[in-house]
């Protein structure tokens, strides 16, 4: 049997690191494996344990087809590496930290990955946005508005499924430990009603 694609998104600053981070020994306890992306941002930049390269490093990878999935957004190049596809087949639940804009085309590509909305409320969202001070208040204004303009209305509430598009919501305004067990909690079920 092939493990699941857990497509995890949100906003920046939405906690999607915070997240995962938290949560990864309980996700290897269940044979999930969590990808690194790789990112056109230095390697030294404060957040996600990813794997930073040039631009031109990253366009390179993707002519030679080393990514499963790659998006750009917020003047980032992102790659998810193939070797999850060797996961998948080998019968493990993988996660990714995907973006909301790209999800049609990962759909396209994985058609029952199970797609998490993690949501925060945007006050909340400005303040975290501000205190990990990578982007200017221009850039941080301009996420608030990509991330209203990406909302998705079908999503559902955890403990909700929809049938026809397997999303579902997750909030993570309050404590970082009740979206742990929350997160743990949506994918015994998904998995459950597969």
């Known amino acids: 049997m092939s493990g ?5 998104m949100g906003p920046s600053g939405s906690g999607k690191d915070s997240l995962l981070n938290a949560a990864r020994e309980r996700l290897a306890e269940r044979g999930c494996v969590i990808a690194r992306r790789i990112i056109t941002r230095s390697a030294e930049a404060v957040g996600e344990d990813a794997i ?7 366009d390179q990878q993707e002519a030679a087809g080393a990514f499963a ?3 750009r957004a917020n003047g980032l190049a992102y790659g998810i590496p193939r070797q999850i596809d060797d996961w998948l087949a080998a019968g493990q639940d993988v996660l990714v930290n995907g ?3 790209y999800l049609p085309k990962a759909r396209e590509r994985y058609p029952e990955l199970l797609a998490i909305l993690l949501q ?4 909340a969202l400005r303040q975290r946005l501000q205190a990990r001070g990578r982007e200017s208040a221009e850039q941080i204004e301009a996420r608030l508005a990509r991330s209203r303009e990406l909302q998705l209305p079908s999503a559902k509430v955890v403990g909700d499924r ?3 598009e397997s999303q579902w919501l997750l909030n993570n305004s309050g404590p970082l430990e009740q979206t742990v067990t929350q997160l743990l909690q949506l ?5 459950a009603c597969a």
Request: net charge negative.
């Open 69 to 71: 999935l790659s998006w």
């Open 187 to 191: 994918l015994s079920d998904a998995r």
């Open 99 to 101: 973006s909301r804009g």
């Open 4 to 8: 699941q694609l857990i497509y995890l």
């Open 120 to 123: 925060v409320d945007e006050a």
């Open 162 to 164: 929809d049938e026809g």
């Open 52 to 58: 930073g390269v040039s631009p031109t490093e990253f």
